[in-house]
Every structure is written in C-alpha cells, then in structure tokens.
T-cell receptor, first 113, second 119 residues
Framework: KQEVTQIPAALSVPEGENLVLNCSFT??????LQWFRQDPGKGLTSLLL?????REQTSGRLNASLDKSSGRSTLYIAASQPGDSATYLC????????????FGSGTRLLVRP | DAGVIQSPRHEVTEMGQEVTLRCKPI?????LFWYRQTMMRGLELLIY????????DSGMPEDRFSAKMPNASFSTLKIQPSEPRDSAVYFC?????????????????FGAGTRLSVL
C-alpha cells in the first residue's frame, strides 16, 4: 500500500531564506508526483507536476525534484516571502490503473517578515 | 472558466439530518473526484467518476454516503443520516485526463471545499 510522508510537519523561517520541503513515498510505481499549496479555508492549488520519467520541474521560485528509485521528492523555494506562507502537500498517482492521488499530511510553512 | 464550484461553503447540521454537497466541475473535464480532509486522516479520496460513471467508491466510509453525477456539469455527495464524525472539509476536484497517454500529465483542479459541521 502506497504511503506518502512529509517532513517537517511545520516550518518557520525568516523572509528571504531558501528552504526545502521533503516528501517520501513507499512504492516507486507511480505515474507522477504533484505538489500542491493550500491556504487556510481554501482549496488546493497545483504548483508543480513531475511525470515519472522526469527528474525535476521549475516554476518561478519553485523547483521540485523527483528521485523515483529512492522514493523521494523535494520542493525548493528560493528567496521565501511572507506570501509563501501556506500548507504544502505532495501527492503521488500510483500505477495501479486507478487515477487516485495519495496525499501526504503536508508541511505548514510560515515565512516571517 | 470559473474553476470547480462547490456549494454550500459551510454547512452546519444536527446529527441524523441529511446533508447534500454539490459540485460543478470545470467544463470539458472528464474526471470528477470527491475528497474528505480531516486533521486526523488528512486528505482522502472518497469516490471518483469518469464521464459521469462512478469508477471507484472504495473510499466511501459507509452506506450512509452516496454520490451521483447525473450529467457532466453536476455532482452531489449525500450523507444520510449524518453523524458528528462526518464533520470535515469535503473537496471536489476535476481533471481532463482524456487519452491514456495524458494520464501522467493530468492535474486535478480543486474547488474551495465545503466545511461540514455535524452537531
């Protein structure tokens, strides 16, 4: 059974710092891995999607990497800003012919001004 | 497009009452997903539809939960009778998966959710 783990559960950093969020998964048979952002009281917004054949994806100050063999992904946020404060979730889509996403429990990020 | 639209945004009801949550997916999307989010269990998939047909309802917690998709632009999740442990945020998401080759690229677009409180 696929399990997704995110560490740390919470992170507080001063504005301007570069930071890394971690995601690990137990079964490497995945179609893709996605990083989402969730603001309080809001839905999830997709940030980056990495297909299983890819190693990384970049969008602005965000860079996500995928090491399928070791079951790991990282989300790198450069020059963090208070507006980056949110919960970040990673999710994998297993290769079991279902189109489910299996989510981690998220990392709650606070960027202090 | 306005995105995935869910209603109501908040629902407070008493134990034993019927609750109906509604979702309008993004036009043209062929997959619709219902999720539940709680502090204890995180985000869990309840059921998903492809072209209005339920494909996998293994995540539906019990018979009190049912979901329908009468047409491509509307879906409901019903709880009857509701219980306090059903209190959670329920999300609807839609995706355009289309051809099998596009599966790896699919992104799910989430609605803002319905916060349900059962007293």
């Amino acid at each position: 059974k696929q399990e997704v783990t995110q560490i740390p559960a919470a992170l507080s950093v001063p504005e301007g710092e570069n930071l890394v969020l971690n995601c690990s998964f137990t079964d490497s048979a995945i179609y893709n891995l996605q990083w989402f952002r969730q603001d309080p009281g809001k839905g999830l917004t997709s940030l980056l999607l990495i297909q299983s054949s890819q190693r990384e994806q970049t969008s602005g100050r965000l860079n996500a990497s995928l090491d399928k063999s070791s079951g790991r992904s990282t989300l790198y946020i450069a020059a963090s800003q208070p507006g980056d404060s949110a919960t970040y979730l990673c999710a994998v889509m297993p290769m079991d012919s279902s189109y489910k996403l299996i989510f981690g429990s998220g990392t709650r990020l606070l960027v202090r001004p | 497009d306005a995105g995935v639209i869910q209603s109501p945004r908040h629902e407070v009801t008493e134990m034993g009452q019927e609750v109906t949550l509604r979702c309008k997916p993004i036009s043209g999307h062929d997959y619709l997903f219902w999720y539940r989010q709680t502090m204890m269990r995180g985000l869990e998939l309840l059921i998903y539809f492809n072209n209005n047909v339920p494909i996998d309802d293994s995540g539906m917690p019990e018979d009190r939960f049912s979901a329908k998709m009468p047409n491509a632009s509307f879906s409901t999740l019903k709880i009857q009778p509701s219980e306090p442990r059903d209190s959670a945020v329920y999300f609807c998401a839609s995706s355009e998966i289309g051809l099998a080759g596009a599966l790896a690229k699919n992104i799910q677009y989430f609605g803002a959710g319905t916060r349900l409180s059962v007293l």
